[in-house]
C-alpha cells in the first residue's frame, strides 16, 4: 500500500521507472513466450534438414539455414528455451547456496565470519567462467545439468557476499534484539525479519546474476562445454557458425541477437526492479 | 616474432625497388626496357636462402614422438625434416629411397639387404650406423610402442647388422611393402632419450623450440647430408580453430596453412591475387568406427543398417559444399588397390529398417557416439544422430578431446561408436588387425591382408587387397563416411610445398619465400 502511496507522489520518477521496467519486462517476455512455445511447437522440426545448405534469411527460413540445412530460427527459440532454463536453475541454485552461506556468516562468530569472508572474497576475484569450466571438466561430462550446477556455485559467491553484508546490517538493528528477546528463534528472525528486509536488494542482484548465468552458457556452450548437440544453445549456434562467418553471417549474427537483447531486456527489468525496491531511489525523485 | 618477419619483408622489398631506379637513371631508354625485364625475371626466381617460412595447422602433436601417440600433427612437422626413415613415401605416392642408399632382396623375399647412405649426421654430431637402425625399427616393433604401423613390421624376425654401413633384415614371410613401411620408422640416433619432448634426427631440420599449444620451430641443421634447405627457419604454428588460422593468413602471420578445413573459407582466398589455393588428393577420411567387438555392432546387419540409413553425400555436401569425395571403403582412390564400393550399401533407410528388423532391433536401440570437439566431428554427430533417428536408432553424443579420444578410445577400447579423422595412406591393413581399437574381426581379411603382403609381385598383392577390401565395405567394417579434399592456401610470394595430404607430411625443405 505505501508503495502505490510513494509511486503516485513523484509522477516523474513513475514514468522513467515503468519505462526500464516495461521494456525489460516486455523482452523477457517475449523470449519466455518463445521460449515455453517450443515445448509444443517449432516451425520447423529442430533436427530435421528442411533447406538448403546455408541459406540467407527469407519468409521460409526467418534466420536462414545452418549448414545441415536445419532452420536457424527454429534452433534460435529453442536456445531461448535453453537459456531460460540455464538462467533460472543457475540462479536457484546460486541464490540457494549464497544466501544459506550470507546467512550463515553473519550470524557466525568472529573467526568463522571472517574465514568465510575472505574465503568469498577469493571466489570472487576467480573469475566466474574459469571456475565454471573447472567445475564442468571436473564432472563426469558436459551437459545442461553440468552447466547449470557449475554457473550456479560459480555465481554463488557474489549473493553469499552479498547477503551476509544485509544481513549484519538488519542485525545490528534494536528490534532484532527485541525478537531475541520476547523469544524469537534465529530462525524465526531470519524468515520475519532479516529476510523480508534483505529480499529487495537481493532481488535485484538475483536478476542480474540470470543475466550473467545465461551469458556464462553461452561462454560454456561456445567452448563445448555446455549442453552436448543437439540442444539448440546459443553459444553452440555461434562456435558452429564461426566458420562460416564471412560467407553467411547471418548464422552468427542471429543467436548473437537473441543473447544481447534477452541480456539487455533481464539488465532493464533488474534496474526497473531496483527502483521500486529501494525507498531512498524515490524519494530523491 | 610474426610482426617482425612480415616487416622484414616489406622492407626488403621496397629495398629491391630502389636499387631499380637507380639502375634505371643510369642506363639508356633501350637499355633500360631490357634491365627491367632481367631485373624483373631474377626477382621472381629470387628467393631468400634465409627465410622464416611460418606455417599454419590445426594439428598441434600430443607430443613429438610417433610411437608414443603423438597424432598425426608429428608427421606434418618432422616427417623427412626432422627425421628421415631409410625410404619416404613421396608427396607423389612414389616409395624412395632416403638413408638406405641402396638394397637387395634375396630370392626367396625373406632377406633384405641395405646400404646405408655413406656420411649422414644426427643433429647432435653422431654418425648414423646400421645400429641406430635396428634401434629405430626395435622401438616401433617393441612392446611399449604405440605405433598404428606396428602390425605391419611384424613379419620382421630378425635385424643383423654386420658392419655400421649395412643392416640386414630377415623376415618370417615376405613383406611386399617392407620399403614402404619402413617410409614410417623414423631413423633415430641409439643414445636418444626423452623422445617425447627433444628429438635427434637426421632431416633438414633441428628441432630449436616447442611451445606446446603455440608453436614448433624448426631450424636448418647446417651438418645435413643431403641436399640444403632453400629457407632458414620453419615455425609451424598452431591454431585450435579455422577462421583464427584463416585470419592469420590474411593478416601474413602465416605463410602457408597445410590444410583448409572449411570450403567457406576458401573464398577470401581465391578471389584474391596475394594467395595461391592449391588442391591435391588427401588420404583423409571420415569415419564412424564402430567397436564391432561389443553388441549390437558385432553384428554385420546391424553395421550394414546404419551404413545404408546415412545420406553420405548429404553430409559431404554440408561439410565441404562442393569438395571431397564419396568413398565406400577405407580406401581412397589414390591407393593401388581402389575399387568403387559406394554402390555397397548405399543410401537406402527402407532396407536399414528392414535389415535392424531382421537383426532382432525392429524398434532400433541407443548407442553413443564419442566425437572429438573439433569441427567436422560435432557436426557429423549430429547429422548422424538425426539420419539414424529417422530409422527409430537413437544416438547420444558425448563430446570429448583428443586426448580423451586417445586414451579411451585408441587405447582403452572403451567406446560404442566414434567418429574420427583417418589420415594414413594404405591404411586398409588396419583392418588385419583385430587388436586395433575398432576391434574388426574377420579370419579371411585378416588372411588376405597377410597373403597380400606375402606376395611376390605387386599385381598379386593388389589383387588381394582389392578382395580384402571389397569384403570390408561388405561388412561394413567401420561407416565410411567421405574423403576430404586437400588444400593448401599460401601467400603469393611461397612457393615449392606439397600439395598432396599423404598421411599428412608436409615436406617444408624446398619451400622458398620471394625476397
Known amino acids: 500500500m505505501t508503495d502505490t502511496n510513494l509511486v503516485a507522489a513523484s509522477p516523474e520518477g513513475r514514468t522513467r521507472r515503468s519505462w526500464t521496467f516495461t521494456i525489460g519486462a516486455i523482452i523477457v517476455g517475449l523470449h519466455l513466450v518463445i521460449g515455453l512455445s517450443t515445448l509444443f511447437w517449432t516451425p520447423y522440426d529442430p533436427t530435421g534438414m528442411s533447406g538448403g545448405r546455408l541459406e540467407m534469411p527469407s519468409l521460409s527460413h526467418l534466420a536462414g539455414t545452418d549448414r545441415l540445412g536445419r532452420d536457424l530460427f527454429t534452433l534460435i527459440m529453442i536456445g531461448s528455451r535453453i537459456a531460460l532454463v540455464v538462467g533460472t536453475g543457475a540462479v536457484i541454485i546460486g541464490g540457494l547456496i549464497g544466501i544459506t552461506i550470507g546467512l550463515l556468516a553473519a550470524f557466525a562468530s568472529r573467526t568463522l565470519d571472517d574465514i568465510l569472508a575472505a574465503s568469498l572474497d577469493i571466489l570472487i576475484a576467480f573469475p566466474t567462467l574459469l571456475l565454471a569450466m573447472l567445475i564442468v571438466a571436473s564432472s563426469d561430462g558436459a551437459s545442461l545439468g553440468t552447466a547449470i550446477v557449475a554457473i550456479g556455485i560459480a555465481n554463488s559467491a557474489i549473493v553469499a557476499r552479498l547477503t551476509r553484508i544485509l544481513a549484519k546490517r538488519v542485525l545490528r538493528m534494536d528490534y532484532i534484539t527485541a525478537a531475541r528477546i520476547s523469544g524469537t528463534s534465529w530462525l524465526g528472525v531470519v524468515a520475519i525479519h532479516i529476510l523480508p528486509n534483505i529480499w529487495p536488494t537481493l532481488l535485484v542482484n538475483l536478476a542480474l546474476q540470470f543475466g550473467l548465468a545465461v551469458i556464462a552458457e553461452a561462454s560454456l556452450s561456445y567452448l563445448g562445454l555446455g549442453a552436448p548437440p543437439p540442444n539448440a544453445s546459443w553459444g553452440r549456434l555461434l562456435q558452429e557458425a564461426q566458420g562460416t562467418v564471412y560467407t553467411a553471417p547471418f548464422g552468427a549474427i542471429a543467436p548473437g541477437i537473441a543473447l544481447v537483447l534477452l541480456v539487455i531486456g533481464i539488465n532493464l527489468l533488474a534496474d526497473g526492479l531496483r527502483d521500486i525496491g529501494d525507498p531512498t531511489r524515490r524519494r530523491r525523485r | ?515
Open chain 2, 1 to 515: 616474432m610474426n610482426g617482425l618477419t612480415t616487416r622484414t619483408g616489406v622492407a626488403s622489398k621496397s629495398g629491391s625497388r630502389m636499387i631499380g631506379t637507380l639502375k634505371a637513371r643510369a642506363m639508356t631508354a633501350a637499355a633500360l626496357l631490357l634491365g627491367a625485364l632481367i631485373a624483373g625475371s631474377a626477382q621472381a626466381q629470387d628467393f631468400d636462402a634465409d627465410a622464416t617460412i611460418n606455417i599454419g595447422s590445426l594439428y598441434e602433436p600430443q607430443n613429438l614422438d610417433n610411437t608414443a601417440g603423438a597424432g598425426q600433427g608429428i608427421n606434418e612437422a618432422f616427417n623427412s625434416n626432422v627425421y628421415e626413415a631409410l625410404f619416404r613415401l613421396t608427396d607423389a605416392g612414389n616409395v624412395e629411397p632416403v638413408l638406405a642408399k641402396s638394397y637387395k632382396v634375396s630370392d626367396d623375399g625373406l632377406t633384405y639387404t641395405f646400404t646405408l647412405q655413406p656420411g649422414v649426421k644426427f643433429h647432435s654430431g653422431d654418425p648414423l650406423t646400421s645400429k641406430d637402425v635396428k634401434f629405430s625399427i626395435e622401438r616401433v616393433t617393441s612392446a611399449e610402442s604405440k605405433s598404428s604401423r606396428k602390425n605391419s613390421l611384424k613379419p620382421i624376425a630378425g635385424i643383423e647388422t654386420p658392419d655400421d654401413a649395412t643392416v640386414v633384415i630377415k623376415l618370417s614371410s615376405r613383406s611386399i611393402s617392407l620399403p614402404y613401411n619402413l617410409s614410417y620408422v623414423w631413423i633415430v640416433n641409439d643414445t636418444a632419450t626423452n623422445l617425447t619432448a627433444t628429438e635427434d634426427g637426421t632431416g633438414p631440420y633441428e628441432l630449436e623450440d616447442w611451445r606446446r599449444g603455440s608453436s614448433l620451430a624448426l631450424t636448418r641443421f647446417d651438418g645435413y647430408w643431403g641436399q640444403k634447405p632453400t629457407n632458414g627457419d620453419v615455425v609451424f604454428q598452431y591454431f585450435t580453430e579455422a577462421t583464427a588460422l584463416n585470419n592469420a593468413l590474411l593478416t601474413g602471420s602465416v605463410d602457408i596453412i597445410t590444410s583448409v578445413q572449411s570450403p567457406d573459407s576458401l573464398k577470401q582466398f581465391k578471389d584474391n591475387k596475394d594467395f595461391t589455393v592449391a588442391e591435391g588428393k588427401s588420404t583423409t577420411k571420415l569415419l564412424l568406427a564402430y567397436n564391432d567387438r561389443v553388441a549390437p555392432f558385432d553384428n554385420v546387419k546391424v553395421r550394414k543398417a546404419l551404413a545404408r540409413a546415412v545420406d553420405d553425400a548429404k553430409l559431404l555436401k554440408a561439410v565441404w559444399g562442393d569438395y571431397g569425395t564419396l568413398i565406400g571403403s577405407m580406401v581412397p582412390p589414390t591407393d593401388p588397390w581402389y575399387v568403387d564400393l559406394t554402390k555397397t550399401d548405399a543410401y537406402d533407410p527402407a532396407s536399414a529398417k528392414a535389415l535392424l528388423a531382421e537383426a532382432g532391433y525392429p524398434n532400433g536401440f541407443t548407442f553413443t557416439i564419442d566425437t572429438p570437439n573439433y569441427d567436422p566431428h560435432p557436426i557429423a554427430a549430429q547429422f548422424l544422430q538425426t539420419e539414424l533417428a529417422k530409422v527409430g536408432v537413437k544416438v547420444n553424443i558425448n563430446v570429448i578431446t583428443a586426448n580423451e579420444w586417445y586414451s579411451k578410445i585408441y587405447k582403452a577400447h572403451d567406446f560404442q561408436a566414434t567418429l574420427q579423422e583417418h589420415v594414413n595412406h594404405r591404411d586398409i591393413v588396419f583392418y588385419g588387425n583385430p587388436d586395433f581399437y575398432w576391434g574388426y574381426n574377420n579370419p579371411k581379411v585378416i588372411d588376405l591382408i597377410k597373403q597380400a603382403e606375402a606376395s611376390a609381385t605387386t599385381d598379386e598383392q593388389t589383387a588381394k587387397l582389392k578382395e580384402a577390401n571389397t569384403i570390408i565395405a561388405e561388412d561394413a567394417a567401420s561407416n565410411w563416411i567421405y574423403l576430404y579434399p586437400q588444400i593448401v592456401v599460401s601467400a603469393k610470394s611461397v612457393t615449392g610445398y606439397p600439395v598432396n595430404g599423404l598421411n599428412s607430411q608436409f615436406f617444408v625443405s624446398g619451400i622458398k619465400k620471394a625476397d
